[in-house]
């Protein structure tokens, strides 16, 4: 393969591995890095998440997977391939450790100083891990939650409903899509117009203005009709939510994906155009954090408002509430976080981000897959909504790929029905994965585990023991991370791949990880005392539960 850009991962049924289990590794390297966000620096997404050290590494570790036997063991440390190891059959074929510290040394600043001396890198989630797919998980990472806000308050759905939210960034402009999926009709603030722009053209949000009166009646008269619809305004949070309150705008929801978690380089103040507040950054950084935090808590204090009124308000992870807090507004925990109102009642029950990727490139691998999916889970209205509204307005990226969320047994069920395909010969070999944030595969005291119900927030034993546990239970490759979307110090996670080849020992190794991976989440969720998981522990006869 290519060790320049631009990067492609191999398709067809030639292979320059031993084996589909070494070849997937492979073509999983080459796809992230044909979806990289800067691939001339390797870099794949989340600012500086990479998929290998350097270039020459990069080479290295496509030269240890060209020769890698079904019976060794590659180790993969921050990016860099160290050694293969003779192992076994069903023991991993690759491990992975990426950016991880000592506790006492883990800050941005010892890991800058090591990262400046080659000795490491960072991963991010599933930069470093080799299971990146594209926008395609944030969009339904974004659809899951807001379909679980319509399961919650609105009887299922969010047809007939408006959500108003503010950010049209990277993450951010996957929301106008997510809601329309889950059949609301969203309006998004987005303060610089060439956003907005780029999401109009990709097809994720139908409208744009600058005018308040237009955007709050296109969004009240889709919801009237019931019909799903996204406008973007162009304005600033910080500014349109008091007038939207002033002029009696009622949104059913409201959240917001303003990179607020960052006063400097990732919040517009009020009173400035995008254009004054770059050069208020370059000249005077503390004026425009000071500028910046005073509006998020104009744009707080709207929210809590809201909610006031009537809306279901949360926060989507982007720390508004904490820099409102730190700039004096002490009512601005007043609604809740996203995971804790709606991810952690679906991680209780195993439910999380089931991703499998076509490794032959064969788009109508994904098709067959689709309706494998939907036959057995027809019941399942969130998922049979995504797989449609996927099909039609989601694009591939690189590799045909496909995310849902399925629950504990579900996955086991579709990942040995997906095999029994590949050995029939009806699809070509299929890499099974997930994200990094999942039930039992992260500790992060600011996201996923914020707010746990025994305070066990920061206990990084359970990612770790179920990196180890996928590795006992024969994925073919895990991975352990430091830090992720939070950062250095602040979050611990794994990820794990399992090949289907359409072997009887694929079999096996795909029965014991889809039952011990999700299986591991419902053990960390019980033993911090959540019912659902608690009572799923004990019905169960796949596991026996201790604690
Ligand atoms: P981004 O920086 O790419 O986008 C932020 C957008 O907000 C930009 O388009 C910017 O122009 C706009 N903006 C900034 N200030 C504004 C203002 N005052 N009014 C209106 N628009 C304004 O960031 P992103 O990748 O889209 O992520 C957004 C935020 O959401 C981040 O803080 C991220 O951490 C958070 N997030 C968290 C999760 C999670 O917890 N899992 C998931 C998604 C996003």
């Known amino acids: 393969m290519s060790s320049t850009p631009p990067y492609e991962a191999p398709r067809g049924t030639e292979r320059a591995c031993p084996s589909w289990r070494s070849e997937a590794v492979y073509r999983l390297l080459y796809n992230n890095l044909e979806n990289a966000e800067r691939p001339e620096d390797l870099v794949v997404y989340g600012g500086t998440g990479k998929a290998a050290r350097s270039v020459e590494d990069l080479e290295t570790i496509a030269r240890a997977l060209q020769t890698l036997a079904d019976d060794e063991t590659l180790l993969v440390q921050s990016g860099r391939a160290q050694a293969t190891f003779p192992t076994h059959e069903d023991a991993p074929r690759v491990l992975i450790a990426n950016s991880n510290l000592v506790p006492r040394w883990s800050t941005w600043e010892d890991f800058h100083d090591l990262e400046d001396q080659g000795l490491t890198m960072y991963g991010q989630m599933t930069a470093g891990s080799w299971c990146y797919i594209g926008t395609q998980g944030i969009i339904q990472g974004t659809y899951e939650t807001m379909a679980a806000v319509g399961r919650r308050h609105f009887d299922g759905t969010l047809q007939g409903k408006t959500v108003l939210t503010g950010g049209l960034g990277g993450m951010g402009g996957a929301q106008p899509l997510a809601v329309e999926i889950a059949g609301g009709a969203c309006l998004a603030v987005e303060a610089v117009e060439a956003h907005a722009d780029e999401r109009i053209d990709v097809g994720y949000c139908q409208h744009k203005t600058h005018d308040l009166e237009e955007a709050v009646s296109i969004v009240e008269d889709a919801a009237e009709r019931g019909e799903a619809t996204s406008v973007a305004l162009i304005g600033n949070c910080a500014e349109t939510h008091a007038e939207l309150l002033d002029r009696g705008f009622e949104p059913d929801v409201v959240t917001d994906q303003t990179s607020a978690h960052d006063a400097l380089a990732g919040y517009i103040p009020a009173g400035y155009t995008p254009e004054e507040a770059d050069r208020l950054r370059e000249e005077d950084p503390a004026k425009h954090e000071e500028a910046a935090r005073a509006s998020m808590v104009d744009h707080c204090q709207a929210l809590v408002a809201f909610q006031d009124q009537g809306s279901v308000v949360f926060d989507y992870g982007n720390n ?14 007043a609604y809740p976080g996203f995971v804790k109102a709606y991810v952690r009642p679906m991680f209780c029950q195993g439910r999380g981000p089931f991703r499998w990727v076509a490794l032959t490139g064969d788009e109508d691998d994904i098709a067959v897959t689709d309706d494998l999916v939907t036959d057995l889970f027809g019941e399942d209205e969130t998922l049979t909504r995504w797989i449609e509204a996927a099909q039609e307005r989601v694009p591939f990226e690189g590799l045909p790929a496909r995310v849902c969320w399925l629950g504990f047994g579900q996955r086991e069920t579709f990942a040995r029905e997906i095999n029994d395909r590949v050995r029939s010969g009806e699809i070509g070999p299929v890499a099974i994965t997930r994200d990094h944030l999942d039930t039992g595969s992260v500790a992060s005291p600011y996201r996923e585990t914020e707010g746990m119900k025994d305070g066990s927030d920061a206990i990084a034993d359970w990612p770790l023991l179920n990196a180890l546990l996928n590795a006992s239970a024969g994925a073919d490759m895990v991975a352990i991370h430091n830090g992720g979307g939070v950062g250095i110090g602040l979050s611990t996670h794994a990820g794990m791949m399992v090949v289907a080849d359409g072997t009887a020992d694929a ?25 659902d998981a608690e009572e799923i522990a004990e019905s169960t006869d796949a596991f026996d539960r201790w604690g």
């Open 320 to 333: 508004l509430r904490g820099q409102a807090q730190d700039a004096g507004y002490d009512e601005a925990f």
């Open 507 to 531: 079999d096996d190794r795909i029965a014991n990880v889809f039952n011990a991976d999700p299986g591991s989440g419902i053990v960390r969720h019980a033993d911090a005392g959540y019912e």
